[in-house]
């Protein structure tokens, strides 16, 4: 079975830093699916951003991006310019077939 | 274009009972998957449901049903409901093929 860990449960950070939130995965599969998704104190699940694990090119949305290094299993999300609104749960999750598989989350707070 | 839409917002239950949860994917998706989420927790995989049929299933008891229709909305049915399943209840939808799912709002569930 697919494992998802976030090993940090909260991160603070200041209006226009930045931060990274980290998350690891185990599995034995080679062609799988990586997200960020980010849920607001409003419930809705948001993608943040994709990453197809065949493609050695980091994605990028904007002021998101993502360190994706397949060998080490990980898969971290950086976010640039960070803004109120970015103040969110944050999970990372892993697609393989039909079935995504979702980390603990971290909570990220911005501050003014 | 219409995102995920879930009914109904809330829901309250008592131990025993039964309940309907619906569920309409964004515009051009025929595929449906249900999460469980727990609070403070991650999203845990229930079932999907493509052409119909129920393609791939978690570790979720029998009580847990589902039904897709011909327009490729969904129902999740929970029956003989415990205080364990209390939860935020989301739906997803997404393109088969595309790997990539679109939440809705969610379901609030309380079973006292």
């Known amino acids: 079975a697919q494992t998802v860990t976030q090993s940090q449960p909260e991160m603070s950070v200041q209006e226009a830093e930045t931060v990274t939130l980290s998350c690891t995965y185990d599995t034995s599969e080679s062609n799988y699916y990586l997200f960020w998704y980010k849920q607001p104190p409003s419930r809705q699940m948001i993608l943040v951003i994709r990453?197809?694990?065949?493609?050695?090119q980091n994605a990028t949305e904007n002021r998101f991006s993502v360190n994706f290094q397949k060998a080490a299993k990980s898969f971290s999300l950086k976010i640039s310019d960070s803004q109120l609104g970015d103040t969110a749960m944050y999970f990372c999750a892993f697609r393989l077939y039909s079935t995504l598989t979702f980390g603990k989350g971290t909570m990220l707070l911005v501050s003014p | 274009d219409a995102g995920v839409t879930q009914s109904p917002t809330h829901l309250i239950k008592t131990r025993g009972q039964q309940v309907t949860l619906r569920c309409s994917p964004k515009?051009?998706?025929?595929?449906v998957s249900w999460y469980q989420q727990a609070l403070g927790q991650g999203p845990q995989f229930i079932f999907q449901y493509y052409e119909e049929e129920e393609r791939q299933r978690g570790n979720f008891p029998d009580r847990f049903s589902g039904h897709q229709f011909p327009n490729y909305s969904s129902e999740l049915n929970v029956n003989a409901l415990l205080l364990g399943d209390s939860a935020l209840y989301l739906c997803a939808s997404s393109l088969a093929g595309t790997g990539t799912e679109f939440f809705g709002p969610g379901t609030r569930l309380t079973v006292l």
């Open positions: 515009s051009g998706h025929d595929t």
């Open positions: 990453q197809e694990a065949y493609k050695q």
